[in-house]
């Protein structure tokens, strides 16, 4: 008889070669974007799977992992899995896998880009030029904190961390840092950083503030209205990692008051909203949580995500998947 084949659900439409090599090996089901944002259409099908490739916007919460009674493994499309109940699906022997590594480059340009949008003021001007405003040269139009010789501090001194102070680095920026573990010292010495021992410490020491740690219960509201508080007026945050390690409002509201010059943010506490004083705030660039969008990115964060699917399906020991958690 043969061989019923192994389903798996895609949660959002992926690059064609990814869905491609899936096809392969198995029946592949695909959802429409945004559909399993919601956790009751996932507990409506998953049973019905024996792999789950989902977005960081799908809540794989304990409700699902209990549902999916024949779920192997969930891979996520992102680095980042604080989308995924990691302990329950332990318990339920379902694999869980991330993306680690393939999107270290594209996060490292991406938060240096950021960083020179809002110091530059790129999103106003271009509005003011747009708007017929631009009526000849302005020696005082759009002046921005230069980035040589300025400190940047980085939270999360991780693989994308690290690649953030290495194009800093190459602007001419001191790098501090604050991490779980202080890193080796030949990774401090590449990168000329200096550890400091304290949250507190590195934000008030930073001209620019950068977030660069996964969301836990350790880092949720890490920067509250205390953090604005001891930030030079001057400085500039910068958020590529989650929105909840921030807490939106009173970063609004530490911009609306002056608290910090300026604020970079390309994730949200609840996505897709964001807080309406935040839309309002003077002096930040807001993006739709695209760090790592760049073709080649995407298809090697699907890539990754799909070969530990299949590896799981196909029954390889755990050794020889390496982006398993
Ligand atoms: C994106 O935010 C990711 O975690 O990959």
New binding site residues.
């Given amino acids: 008889m043969a061989q019923q084949q192994a389903k798996i659900l895609v949660t959002e439409p992926i690059p064609n070669n990814v869905l491609n090599f899936l096809q392969q090996h198995a029946q592949l089901y695909i959802g429409k974007k945004g559909e399993y944002q919601k956790e009751s259409n996932l507990l409506a099908v998953i049973e019905n799977y024996d792999a789950l490739l989902c977005m ?1 916007s799908t809540p794989v919460t304990k409700k699902v992992l209990e549902k999916g009674k024949n779920l192997k493994i969930v891979a ?6 604080n989308n995924i109940d990691v302990e329950t699906a332990r318990s339920k022997n379902i694999k869980v896998a ?2 680690p590594d393939v ?1 270290t480059e594209a ?1 490292g340009d991406f938060a240096m880009g950021l960083l020179m949008a809002v110091t530059r003021q790129f999103n106003s001007a271009e509005k003011y030029l747009r708007d017929g405003k631009f009526t000849g040269w302005e020696p005082l139009g759009f002046l921005g904190m230069e980035l040589r010789g300025k400190t940047l501090g980085i939270i999360g001194m991780g693989r994308i961390g690290q690649a953030f102070a290495q194009r800093a680095r190459a602007f001419g920026m001191n790098i501090t840092y604050f991490n779980r573990n202080r890193i080796p010292e030949f990774e401090e010495k590449a990168l000329d950083a200096n550890y400091v021992s304290s949250v507190r410490e590195l934000a008030s020491t930073s001209d620019v503030l950068s977030l660069n740690c ?1 969301l836990t219960n350790d880092t949720y509201h890490l920067i509250d209205e205390s953090i604005f508080e001891i930030m030079p007026p001057h400085s500039i945050l910068i958020n ?3 929105g909840p390690v921030v807490h939106e409002e009173a970063l609004a509201k530490a911009l609306h008051t002056s608290k910090i010059a300026g604020a970079g943010i ?2 949200f506490e609840e996505e897709p909203n964001v807080h309406p004083l935040l839309l309002t705030a003077p002096n930040c660039v807001l993006l739709p ?1 695209i ?2 969008a760049t073709f080649e990115t995407r298809e090697a ?1 699907g890539m990754l995500a799909a070969h530990a699917i299949v590896s799981v399906l196909e029954g390889k020991n755990d050794e020889n998947i390496p982006n398993l958690i």
């Fill in positions: 960081l996520n499309f992102a680095v980042g899995y991330n993306t999107l996060c996964p590529i990692s989650r390309d994730v949580h760090a790592s964060i």
